[in-house]
């Protein structure tokens, strides 16, 4: 039979370190878009390829905010299905 374990400690560890990635992604560094780039229309290439990339940034962000919260939850899940089934084991043996 096979069989796995999981430990609630490293996944509850694990989300505090997810929260210091958030919490350094968030950080408030403002974004400089170069405005005196020569061309006109390098410039407005420049700015459209910056905003873009800044949207798809911030959406990553909102994708790891997700994670530790995850993590935790998973945790509480297993140390809760664990407690019960040891609850369930003692009631079966009689409360030994």
Request: glycine residues 6%; aromatic residues 4%; negative net charge.
């Amino acid at each position: 039979m096979s069989t796995f374990s999981v430990d609630p400690d490293a996944l509850t560890s694990t989300a505090g370190v997810a929260r210091k990635l958030v919490d350094a992604a968030t950080a408030d560094t403002p974004t400089e878009h170069p405005a005196d780039v020569g061309h006109d229309g390098l410039a407005d290439a420049i700015g459209h390829f910056a905003s873009r990339t800044d949207d798809a940034w911030r959406a990553r962000v909102d994708d790891l905010r997700r994670i530790p919260d995850a993590l935790d939850d998973s945790a509480s899940t297993y140390e809760n299905a664990d407690n019960e089934a040891a609850a369930a084991v003692r009631r079966a043996d009689g409360g030994l």
